[in-house]
């Protein structure tokens, strides 16, 4: 299974589950992002059991093709 969702679909999914308003279950899930958007940015790893571990990985920089013109560049290292 390695299909995606989208937020709307993730919306509907939990409000026809949970039998309460769209409306709602999109706040639950913004607040829920967010908090784990929130511990990321401190530097924390978030461990939610039966869905998954979220943490900041540190990506080295990297030598590529600029896609359009066939220049090679170097893109810089960054947080993912």
């Known amino acids: ?8 679909e993730l919306v509907e999914l ?3 589950s949970t039998n309460a308003s769209k409306k709602t ?4 899930l913004k607040s ?4 784990i958007e929130d511990a990321l ?7 939610i059991k039966n869905l998954g571990v ?7 920089a990297r030598k590529s093709v600029h896609e ?3 220049e090679e560049i170097e893109i810089p290292e960054h947080n993912k």
């Open 14 to 16: 939990l409000s026809k």
């Open 41 to 47: 940015a401190a530097g924390e790893t978030v461990k």
């Open 54 to 60: 979220f943490k900041v990985a540190q990506v080295e």
């Open 1 to 8: 299974m390695n299909n995606k969702i989208s937020f709307p």
């Open 68 to 70: 359009n013109t066939g």
């Open 32 to 35: 829920f992002f967010g908090a």
């Open 25 to 28: 279950c999109e706040a639950f």
